[in-house]
Structures are given as C-alpha cells and as structure tokens.
C-alpha cells in the first residue's frame, strides 16, 4: 500500500539528508509505528506519504514513494487526498472550517461524495469518536483531546485507504488516547485502513503496532521488524520493555499483561525488600530516589547550601478557590497547599480545569472565590515583576515565553526583567543545556531544548514555585530523563514544583503528591504510590505489571535490586 | 468513488444503531418545524400527534431547521431599508429594540455571535462622532436655541465656509442626533443579520465556481480571530516573564511574535488543505473551458456597458437590454464554470417555510414604510420630523405598527437550546486543554 524505494530527502540548504535510503513496505491494513529520538526525520518520512514533502515542503526527494499505486511525484497532495489522510501534531492548524459537524465533511466536500453518503459518515464518525454532543460546537471552544479527536474525524470521512498520524495521542490524557488507539484499532481491524504513525509516547501505542520502524539517527537506516525485535534493541523504550531488559526477559513483553505474566519471579524477589517511596514531602525531602540524579550537583545548585529552604512559609496556598469563565465554573472549590521541595502532579482529563489552576497560581485569571496565597501575595494583584520573584510558570507552548530572535538576547532580557546579575541566565542556559550557541535562534531548537530555555528563564528569578503545564508534550525519552533530572534536583534545592501532566509515567518518577482534577474540583490528593496505585487509568506500567506491590518506576525497581546485591544490572540511563 | 459503498456499508454495521436515532430525531423537528424535507432526512411519515399550538410553536434550534443565512440577511436588510427612509427617533428606536430584541431571542451562543456587541459599540461611536461633529464644527441647521458658545477658531480667507467652534444650537444638535441615530440604526441592523447568521454557511450558497474563492474568504475570517487570541496569549505570557501585560508597549513587542506565528499557521494549514483535497478539479473538455472564459468576460463586458448605457442620458434604449445579456452570460459562464470544481455541499441550508417568514418579514417592514412615505406629505412630515422649528417628535401609528411586524423572527424563528443570556457578551477564552 505504502511503499518506499531508495528514498532519501534533502532540504533546501541543509548540508546532508535527513533520511537515507529508506527502504519500506507497508501491505495493506498493516499499523507500522515509526520510533526513534526527536528529529530523526519521522515527520519527514509521513510527511512523505502524503506527498507534502517535497511537494510543499520543498527540498529534494531521490527514490520513489507510491501510495496505493500512485507515485507522489506525479501526484500532488491534493491529488492524493482520497487515499491518504493526514494528521499533524498541532491539531489546530488542520482546521478549515469553524464547527465540528462541518469539519468532519470538509475534506468529502473536496472529493464530491454525494449528500447522502456524506451525511451517513459524518453521523458515523461522530458516534465513534464519541463526538455526537459536541457536533455543532465551534471548534476554538473544544479542549485540547477534543480537537484532536475532531482532526482524526476529518481525516477518516473520506475513507482513506492509508491515515498518516504525527503523535496522535500526545496532547491526550490516558483515557482519551485510550479511546483515539481504539478507533485506530478498530479501523485496521474492520476496515482495512492502513495505518502510518510516529508518537513518542510508546507505552501507549508499542502494543497495537504491528510492526515498527526504528530510526536511531539521522541519516541511519531504517530498522524494521517487529515490535518486540525492535524494542530489544531501540534506543527509546516504554517502561514495561525496560522492566523487561532490566530483568532480562526474551521474549520482551509489550502489554502489560505479558509482562505480568513474566514478573511473579521478580515479584518475589521484590516483596523481600524494603519499599522506599519516592522522596516525602517536606522543607528538606529526602534525596530523590533515583540514581539518575546527578552525583556531583551543577555549579548551579550549590550557590546556596543545600538544605536552605527557598522560604519557611508555603510557598503556594489556595483555599476555596473558584474560577468562572462565562457562565462555566472551571474550577469549584479547589483548596490546595505546596510544601517546598515538594513535587506535585495535577492530572485529570482534558478540560479538567488544570492549566486554569496553574494560571490563577500565576494571576493569568482572577478567582471568583476563595483565595490564592503566592508567597503570601495574592498573584492577580501583584505587579507582574514581583511576582516572578515567587512563582514562575513553563506554559504548554514554551515557545510563549519566548520572543528574542537568539539565545543570548533572551538572556539578557531575562536577566533585566527579573533584576539578575547580567549572565545570570546565560550561566543557567550553559548548565542546563549545554553546547547551546548565543547567537542560536530560538525556533531552531528542538522542543525539549526549547523548554529547558524557558525553564533557565523562569529560573533566573529564582521562584520558589515552579509550575510546567504538560512538560513532555512532544518529548522524547531521553529528552524526558533530562528534564527529570533536573526537576529533581530543583526539588531538592527546595523549590517548589507542580505539574500539570498526562503522563502518568512523569508523575510517577517525579511527583511525591498526585492531585487528581475532574470538572474543576480536586477528587484525589495523596502521595502518589496511593493515588496513582488506587487508579488504573492513572497506574504507570510498572505498578499494573507489580502490584499489589507499590512500585513506581523503573529506576526506583533497579535501585532496589542494586541494593540487595547484583542480582539484575539495568542499562537504562 | 469506487470504495464508498461497501465501506459505507460496513460502517453502517458499526454504528447504526445510534445513528438511525439521531435521523430520527432530525426528522421529528423537521416535521414540526414545517420544512419540506431536507436531503439528508428522507421523508419518514410524521409520527406525532402534537396539539396544534405546540406544533406552532418554535422548535429547538439544529442543524436541520437552521433558518438560511440570506433570510436573516434579507429580514436585517429590511430593517435597514426602514431605517434609511426615516430619521423619527422615536421610530428608530423602535427599529433598534426590535433588532435587540431578536438576537436576544434567537442568538446561539457561537463566535460569529458576539459579534453584535462589537456593532452596538460601533454604532454607540458614531453617534457620538456625529454629534462630537455638529459641536465642534457647528451645523449648516440655522438655530435660534443657543445653548453654548465655544470660543471660535479664526481661519483664514481660503478656508471660507468652514468654522471651528461658535454657536451650539439646539437644532443643530437634534438634527445631528437624528441624523447619527438613523446611521447607527443601520448599523445595528447589520450587526444583527452578522449575529444570527453564520457567515461560513452564507458562503456554502455560493455557485460552485466562486466555492473555493469563498472558503479562502472563510479562513481569512478566522485569521483576525486566531491573531486575537495569539496576542492575548502572548500578552499574558508577557506577565510571565515579569512585564507588564497591558498598555501598548506590550501590545508592540509581541507584535513581531504573533506575525511569527500567524505566518507559520498559515503555512501549516495551507499544507493540511491541500492534503484534504482542497482545489481539486474535474477535467473538463477544452471547448467547455474556452466557452466558459468567453462568456464571463463578454458577460461582464456586457454588464459595464448597459450599466454604462443605464447612467447616461442617451443610452436610455440599449442600455437595459445590454445590461440583461451580459448579466445572463456571466451567470452562464458561472454555471460552466462550477463543471470543473467536483465539490459537493454538506447540508447545505434550506429555504424553508420559516426562512420565508423570516425574509418576508423584513422585506414587509422595509415595503411598508417606503410605501407610507409616497402617500402624501403628512406621511412624510410624521417620518421626518422638524428641527426648525424644534417639535417633539410624534409615534406615528401605522409606520410603527408596520416596523413591529420585524417581531415575527423572534417566535417563527427555531430557538437557540439554552436561553442564552443577554449579559453574556463578554468573550470566552478557550477552554483549557
């Protein structure tokens, strides 16, 4: 169905292809997942299933791509439109039209189906992606995993024959993703649709692929085989595989249902050891578990001893608080206090009413009752330059924070917005990422580079309170080890942290409380091996694969085993 | 399409319970709205035994009974017509809170719909414009009521007729009040017809040649609001950074960002429509496209000329006969034209029974007061009111009645599901994700 011949692809101006000699073959209704670390060419290869790359793109195709016996370098996209359909990462600039029920019919429109058929599938596709209440809703009005759901509806109306999806579920909490890879299951499954898709986020989706394409590096052969052949050897994993390489499992397991199947011998081995927690919550909490945490501190986090704590008072406290936008309460009655040094994970679904707390913490919205305390100050009447000395906020789209044309001008108005010491922002950029050029566009780097610039940003008034709305969007593992680590040691250092996430793995690594968010009110607030262990939508992989035991994470399993004596060497970073 | 049956077929399996529930649902509301029947809901026999005042009643606004947009154009335009013939306050008024009173009644809750305050805002601007005007620069009005005098700019010789400050008569100020009111009026009429009709459908009754040309319309129209909310986001992540969030130096530094932004989106969706297939065409025989360039441009050689020949005194014989052809060879060309675009409508809109009440309405109320004003001269004193001498101003009867039949959208119209709330003008901001 899919086929690439020989293909490698150029950019205009870029000294050296960014894939090589791709050679795949994709049989009909067959779901290829395509994995690798950020900027590897995933987006290029898809890209060039649907003929954007280079028909829109521009830069240099050699070789051949067909889909469906069409060659698209004799076909333009939009010539192409009937037999692929094409999701990219950012679900609102795919929109054309303003309401869903017309979205779901533009691209039949396009095609000239007949009235009737394009009633009946708009009526269908509404009913499987369970968008029947929102059809006449405008879409700037729909939540984050509703717009997604409603771009992958707009692309299946026209019955493709081959659907090409950029990370599908990565601004989706769990249930919602749950829902997305059903549809796509169901849509291999009963009609055949072949189906091409990258996503980083592998525990949700190793399992429904049946096949997976590997890029290491750029320019690197493509790998492919099956997913348990390919995850044995990938650079980039789910938690349940590197359960599995940790204990040496062969076959890898995939679900985790496999992988319970195989763990009764380490669960034994585990319930002999003593269970240590992931950090407890306090002035000075305990070192954090995990050995990724960096021997030697940077240069950075020893400037104060370690064990000050940034203030003695509760760094962020909100009682009762209500937020209303229109006549919708967002948020009702959220009463919450943030210890420093303490990592807090808010999770809830799409819409729950997480990024609205986290923007009244930093007085983007004013409650309508109850109060917020920012460092004793209230933040929606504080002068935004002496806030930022009590709490400083990573939004969803680093890229907002961020206005200067290089990476040194950023710095610098870093520094003069929060009163620093010139190069005070420039020290954290070179501890956080380094071998970063001043003269670097910010656009040009990669969005986990792109958030660690944000973050040295924020840090360069050194808030007490750090807030990050979904961090990991479009991270990959190692990009996500990185940010952990360095969360963790802000942790220590005594900030504040919390986190508004749908990664349960992150919460699970990170947080020591998970505060849990359903249509604006707070129904779950505990350390988080309780919440997270009590929830299976919530559950990491390893704590469905081990429980009843309450283990975490991976790093906190190796960790324990490390402890007890050599009996498992893990070679995960 | 070779495929669409047998996968149609197949989805049907999937999902047809729930969706033979909502057809019938559809179909249930379209009877009691009164429509004839749509394409999409194939004529079931009404099964409800309804008692007649229900069945009169308006039903729960859907897609299906939408009234079409060009009613709500007509009825708007109406109002507008009746406004343009008078400059009675009183009347104009009356225009005003008939206008207000149905976008309150029938105003959904989309975007397209806070437009209205905008128009109010615009119109409220113009008045006081109008009169800032007739203060400050005096009024041709010749008055005896002086109710203050500005102190006089002294210009010189060349720019005679023009003053600066002087006389503020009372008559002065009411004809600019009256003259301001009839333009706000307008205003407001067209503030309405953009509140309940949604612009995006307006141009799905586009012949199919001008279709493409009309979604490009489209997405520029949701550009303006994209750009909105970029910079309010960036403003608000100004905060962030320890800046000030307001005032117009914030406004000019996120300025080149959201241009940043704006430029990349477009791009993005310009690949995202290509890829759904936008601007396919049919192949179409090379006669057929050579009769379609010779008849739209001869059609609107013709259109220039007899309109040409309309305005002036001595093409009073061929001018009509001109304009006609031409305008029948443009449509020509319009139609051969719409051959080559294969695109197919989505429930388009239908003119049903209530869209007629709805258009017929408007156009009753803008008849009715063209009429009255030709009758005689009393008519025409009662819709211009004098200013010299200053008179109050008198409700005529029948123009008030006629301008009250612009109520009939209100209750005929299908009602939006929640009542939506006149106080909620104010704009949402996207739910958080």
Request: with cysteine.
């Amino acid at each position: 169905m899919i086929r690439f011949e020989d293909v490698s692809v150029t950019y205009d101006g870029a000294p050296e292809p960014t894939v090589r000699d791709i050679e795949l073959t994709v049989p009909e209704g067959e779901l290829v997942l395509l994995v690798g670390p950020s900027g590897v060419g995933k987006s290029t290869l898809l890209g060039a299933v649907s003929g954007l790359v280079p028909h829109f793109t521009g830069g240099t195709l050699r070789g051949r791509v067909t889909v469906a016996g069409r060659d698209t370098r004799t076909h333009r996209p939009r010539e192409l439109a009937d037999v692929v359909g094409t999701v990219g990462q950012d679900p609102l600039s795919h929109f054309v039209t303003d309401t869903v029920e017309d979205e779901l019919a533009y691209g039949m429109e396009s095609l000239g189906l007949a009235p009737d058929v394009m009633r009946r599938r708009v009526e269908e596709t509404l009913d499987l992606l369970g968008l029947a209440d929102l059809r006449d809703r405008p879409i700037s009005t729909l939540s984050g995993g509703q717009q997604q759901r409603v771009a992958i509806g707009s692309v299946l109306t026209p019955h493709p024959e081959v659907l090409v999806l950029d990370e599908p579920t990565s601004a989706l909490d769990p249930a919602a993703a749950e829902e997305v890879l059903a549809v796509l299951q169901r849509l291999v499954h009963d009609l055949g649709t072949t189906v091409l898709m990258a996503e980083h986020r592998l525990e949700r989706v190793v399992q429904y692929a049946d096949r997976v394409a590997l890029l290491t590096s750029p320019g690197a052969p493509l790998l492919l085989g099956t997913p348990a052949e390919v995850m044995a050897v990938s650079p980039v994993y789910p938690p349940v595989v590197a359960l599995g390489r940790l204990d040496g499992w062969t076959p890898l397991p995939l679900t985790v249902r496999d992988a319970r199947r195989r763990a009764g011998d380490l669960r034994n081995r585990l319930r002999a050891l003593p269970y240590e927690g992931p950090g407890a919550p306090g002035p000075v909490p305990a070192p954090p578990v995990g050995a990724t945490a960096p021997a030697r501190r940077p240069r950075l986090f020893r400037r104060r001893p370690p064990g000050t704590p940034v203030t003695t008072a509760h760094p962020a406290v909100v009682t009762g608080l209500a937020v209303r936008r229109g006549r919708t309460e967002v948020l009702h009655d959220v009463t919450l206090s943030v210890a420093p040094g303490e990592t807090v994970a808010l999770m809830g679904r799409n819409g729950a009413g997480k990024s609205t707390l986290l923007s009244a913490l930093v007085g983007l919205v004013p409650p309508s009752a109850g109060s917020v305390r920012v460092g004793g100050l209230q933040p929606h009447r504080t002068a935004p330059g002496d806030l930022i000395r009590h709490v400083g906020l990573v939004p969803q789209e680093p890229r907002d924070l961020l206005y200067a044309d290089t990476v040194a001008g950023e710095c610098a108005a870093a520094d003069s917005d929060a009163g620093a010491g010139a190069g005070t922002c420039r020290a954290l950029v070179s501890e956080l990422l380094p071998g970063i050029a001043d003269d670097t566009h910010p656009r040009d780097l990669s969005e986990g580079q792109r958030l660690t610039l944000a973050l040295a940003v924020v840090l360069t008034a050194r808030p007490p309170l750090i807030l990050l709305d979904e961090p990991t969007r479009g991270l990959d593992y190692a990009a996500k080890s990185r940010l952990v680590t360095l969360l963790r040691a802000l942790a220590a250092e005594g900030h504040a942290i919390v986190l508004a996430t749908h990664d349960v793995e992150l919460a699970a690594e990170l947080s020591h409380r998970v505060v849990i968010l359903a249509d604006g009110e707070p129904v779950a607030d505990g350390p988080t091996a309780e919440v997270v262990v009590a929830s299976p939508s919530f559950a990491p992989q390893v704590t469905k694969i081990l429980s009843p035991q309450k283990w975490l994470t991976v790093s906190q399993v190796r960790e324990a085993l490390n402890a007890s004596g050599p009996a498992a060497g893990g070679a995960r970073s | 399409m070779t495929t669409s049956e047998t996968n149609g077929a197949i989805n049907c399996e999937i999902s047809g319970e729930t969706n033979s529930k909502t057809n019938g649902e559809n179909t249930g509301q379209e009877h009691r709205a009164g429509t004839p029947g749509t394409p999409g809901t194939p004529g079931a026999p009404a099964m409800r035994t309804a008692l007649p005042w229900s069945r009169l009643r308006a039903p729960r606004a859907t897609r299906t009974n939408a009234i079409h947009p060009g009613a709500w154009w007509i009825w708007a335009l109406g109002l507008g017509t009746a406004a343009s013939r008078t400059t009675n306050p009183l009347l104009l008024a009356l225009l005003v809170g008939v206008a207000g009173y149905v976008v309150a009644a029938r105003r959904t809750e989309a975007p397209w719909a806070r437009s209205y305050g905008a128009f109010v805002k615009l119109a409220l601007a113009v008045l006081g414009i109008r009169l800032a005007f007739a203060v400050l620069l005096g009024s041709p009005i010749p008055g005896t009521h002086t109710l203050v005098t500005l102190p006089e700019l002294p210009l010189p010789d060349w720019a005679q007729g023009i003053r600066v400050g002087g006389r503020v008569t009372a008559e002065g100020l009411v004809f600019a009040l009256y003259d301001g009111l009839k333009l706000a009026t307008l205003l407001i009429c067209v503030g309405a017809a953009n509140a309940l009709a949604n612009p995006a459908r307006l141009l799905k009754s586009l012949p199919g040649a001008l279709y493409e040309a009309g979604v490009a319309v489209v997405v520029a129209l949701t550009f303006a609001p994209n750009l909105i909310a970029d910079v309010q986001r960036l403003r608000a992540a100004r905060r962030l950074r320890g800046r000030p969030d307001h005032g117009l130096r914030g406004l000019l530094q996120v300025g080149l960002p959201v241009l940043e932004g704006a430029l990349e989106r477009s791009v993005a969706l310009a690949a995202a429509m290509d890829a759904r297939g936008y601007g396919r065409s049919a192949e179409v025989p090379a006669g057929v496209r050579r009769t379609t360039a010779a008849l739209t441009l001869g059609g609107l050689v013709g259109v220039c000329a007899g309109t040409y020949g309309l305005l002036t005194a001595e093409g009073g014989t061929y001018g009509l006969p001109v304009l006609l052809t031409g305008l029948a060879a443009s449509l020509g060309g319009l139609w051969l034209g719409g051959r080559r675009s294969l695109r197919t409508r989505y429930r388009p809109d239908s003119w049903g029974v209530r869209a007629w009440l709805v258009a017929g309405s408007g156009a009753a109320v803008a008849a009715l007061i063209v009429l009255y004003a030709s009758t005689d001269a009393y008519a025409y004193a009662a819709l211009h009111p004098g200013v010299v001498p200053l008179i109050a101003p008198t409700l005529p009867l029948w123009p008030a009645a006629a301008i009250l039949l612009g109520l009939l959208p209100a209750f005929v119209a299908p009602a939006p599901a929640p009542a939506p709330a006149l106080s909620d003008i104010r704009t949402t901001v996207k739910e958080p994700s």
